[in-house]
């Protein structure tokens, strides 16, 4: 369902929809904890003002900036790394990638981790960031080389 079919949705219908990818977009961009916190005072504001946001072309985005937000006011100017796993509590994964993501900017921590982490399209992750697909694709294309580079990987390295 577009966004702009969901603006014409009661608020229920809307966090069935796209309650789930706005948690996503939040946990990719702040981490697991100050995330999920964002996505519930985003979700809460949003219920209070559906009357002005469901007539928004992009209601989703809205509130997704909404969450986007408060994620950042509970932050303040700290710079967000993100944790390690526990070992044995989650499958093996490079162990310096958590600190290189944590490296990432914002956008292109988002656009990198939904796109490869929870298999997004360019284009979903677009609409919810209420931006170009070409910008979505240059946050990725940024954020890997800046992975690989973090990591020491060589595209050249067979």
């Given at each position: 369902m577009t966004d702009t079919a969901l603006a014409h949705q009661p608020f229920a219908t809307f966090v069935n929809e796209a309650g789930p990818r706005i948690r996503r977009a939040l946990v990719a961009a702040f981490g697991p904890e100050i995330g999920t916190e964002a996505a519930a005072d985003a979700m809460s504001i949003a219920?209070?003002?559906?009357?002005?946001?469901?007539?928004?072309?992009?209601?989703?985005?809205?509130?997704?900036?909404?969450?986007?937000?408060?994620?950042?006011?509970?932050?303040?100017?700290?710079?967000?790394?993100?944790?390690?796993?526990?070992?044995?509590?989650?499958?093996?994964i490079e162990p310096g990638l958590p600190a290189a993501i944590g490296t990432l900017s914002e956008k292109q921590r988002t656009a990198v981790l939904l796109t490869s982490g929870y298999g997004w399209t360019f284009r979903e992750v677009a609409e919810l960031m209420d931006v170009a697909v070409s910008t979505v694709q240059a946050h990725v294309e940024r954020g890997m080389a800046k992975l690989r580079n973090e990591l020491g990987v060589n595209d050249d390295e067979s």
């Open positions: 219920w209070e003002r559906w009357d002005l946001i469901s007539g928004r072309e992009n209601p989703a985005g809205y509130v997704w900036g909404i969450g986007r937000n408060r994620a950042l006011k509970r932050m303040g100017r700290k710079r967000r790394l993100f944790p390690t796993p526990e070992p044995g509590r989650e499958p093996w």
